[in-house]
């Protein structure tokens, strides 16, 4: 079993900066990719950013220069620094981990419970 325990989101001004945090634990005896997908309300889930294991990294168009993934190999937790929020950037933001556990067995995708990032105009 592997688990994710998100935290960092919240309510913040346009313009304003908050930073997610996504640990995981369990049988893990490597982690691949590690990344944030959101949904808005009516929207469906989009993948934001994502970054594997030799540090490559994805972002969606909409947050580039904005946002920066990293991980702390060390703490198995990935982490999102959002600066420059607008209000189209509220949703639940959800955890997103792909890991190779310690049983035999393909890797597996596991998922956070989301944490709301709400942004005010």
């Known amino acids: 079993q592997v688990q994710l325990v998100e935290s960092g989101g919240g309510l913040v001004q346009a313009g304003g900066s908050l930073r997610l945090s996504c640990a995981a634990s369990g049988s893990i005896a490597s982690i691949n990719a590690m990344g944030w997908y959101r949904q808005a309300p009516g929207k469906q889930r989009e993948s934001v950013a994502t970054?594997?294991?030799?540090?490559?990294?994805y972002y969606v168009n909409s947050v580039k220069g904005r946002f920066t993934i990293s991980r702390d190999n060390a703490k198995n937790t990935v982490y999102l620094q959002m600066n420059s929020l607008k209000p189209e950037d509220t949703a639940v933001y959800y955890c997103w981990v792909v890991v190779t556990t310690s049983r035999p067995g393909p890797p597996l995708e596991v998922w956070g419970q989301g944490t709301l990032v709400t942004v005010s105009s």
């Open positions: 970054i594997t294991s030799r540090d490559s990294t």
